[in-house]
């Protein structure tokens, strides 16, 4: 009976649950977005990137510097935790991997060295959420600051190209990050900031409670057509036949009309270009360790 009820006229819509990273795949491009969040089982993915594995080497120093006693938060000890929590995947060679890890310890060195250790943050790898009458939207925040009252949110970047204040001001993710964080903690937050460490620059962005409703305006529109594109990918959706231990071939045909494939440059960096002939023609796929080779010509 309460299963009939869900479908009478007038009744409360079901929330399209998502994550900014949700809603920024269906824009970049549909078909990519089908294939990692709704094919089951999903299609297998190319090999690791590298420039990940930077990242996330470099994210996670920094979160655990914050663990450390205010006593034992140095530039040394950030550099230490990065060489003992540094990820290895999608390097061309051992030799470029310990390139990469003596650049990242320089940069976490250097950008831990501007901080001062007992300026506690609200949080570290936060996790925020929050909700309208169309979206339960929520995200992981690098670190979240408070200054004179106000709540800043503060988001790192490794990648090679240096950042601006349009870059903090369109981002959605950042956006709906100071939404969350003020409905959660019950702060005003309207600061937004990329700190790109490979230059020590930080580009900000102050918002305004017209500035973040556009946000979270777009962010329904994006989640409107995507939930209803998930909702007839199931309602028709037939299982892939397995032959033994062998992945099922991934056929777009029956998914074109809803989930198009959005051919671009992004292509070059895309999980699932194996299984796309458009973004293959498009952009031929890139060495896991392209983005670091490019970094290193530019830097010399």
């Given at each position: 009976m309460e299963q009939q009820q869900l479908g009478f006229e007038g009744m409360p819509r079901r929330l399209y649950t998502c994550t900014p990273s949700r809603l920024n795949a269906w824009l970049d491009c549909p078909r990519r977005y089908r294939m990692t969040y709704l094919d089951r089982p999903s299609p297998?993915?190319?090999?690791?990137?590298?420039?990940?594995?930077?990242?996330?080497?470099?994210?996670?120093?920094?979160?655990?510097?914050?663990?450390?006693?205010?006593?034992?938060?140095?530039?040394?000890?950030?550099?230490?935790?990065?060489?003992?929590g540094w990820l290895t995947d999608g390097f061309k060679d051992g030799e470029q991997s310990a390139r990469w890890r003596s650049r990242a310890r320089a940069m976490v060195e250097r950008y831990v060295a501007k901080i001062d250790p007992a300026d506690e943050p609200v949080g570290v790898e936060r996790t925020v959420a929050t909700r309208t009458s169309r979206i339960a939207v929520s995200g992981r925040i690098d670190r979240l600051d408070e200054r004179d009252g106000e709540l800043v949110v503060v988001d790192y970047k490794t990648g090679r190209h240096v950042l601006t204040a349009d870059d903090a001001r369109g981002s959605l993710a950042l956006a709906i990050y100071a939404v969350a964080s003020s409905r959660v903690l019950r702060k005003p937050c309207y600061k937004v900031?990329?700190?790109?460490?490979?230059?020590?620059?930080?580009?900000?962005?102050?918002?305004?409670?017209?500035?973040?409703?556009?946000?979270?305006?777009?962010?329904?529109?994006?989640?409107?057509?995507?939930?209803?594109?998930?909702?007839?990918?199931?309602?028709?959706?037939?299982?892939?036949?397995?032959?033994?231990?062998?992945?099922?071939?991934?056929?777009?045909?029956p998914w074109d009309e809803l989930?198009?494939?959005?051919?671009?440059?992004?292509?070059?960096?895309?999980?699932?270009?194996?299984?796309?002939?458009?973004?293959q023609q498009a952009a031929p796929r890139k060495d896991p360790w392209a983005s670091l080779t490019a970094a290193e010509a530019e830097t010399g």
């Open positions: 297998p993915k190319g090999p690791p990137w590298a420039h990940n594995s930077v990242g996330a080497s470099v994210h996670n120093a920094l979160a655990n510097w914050w663990k450390l006693p205010l006593e034992e938060r140095t530039p040394e000890a950030a550099g230490s935790l990065l060489l003992r900031e990329l700190h790109h460490l490979p230059s020590g620059g930080v580009a900000s962005w102050e918002h305004t409670e017209e500035s973040l409703g556009r946000h979270i305006t777009r962010a329904e529109q994006i989640a409107d057509e995507a939930s209803a594109a998930d909702e007839a990918y199931k309602a028709s959706r037939v299982p892939r036949p397995r032959t033994g231990d062998a992945p099922p071939a991934v056929d777009h045909g989930f198009p494939p959005r051919p671009s440059n992004l292509c070059s960096w895309c999980d699932f270009a194996r299984h796309c002939p458009e973004g």
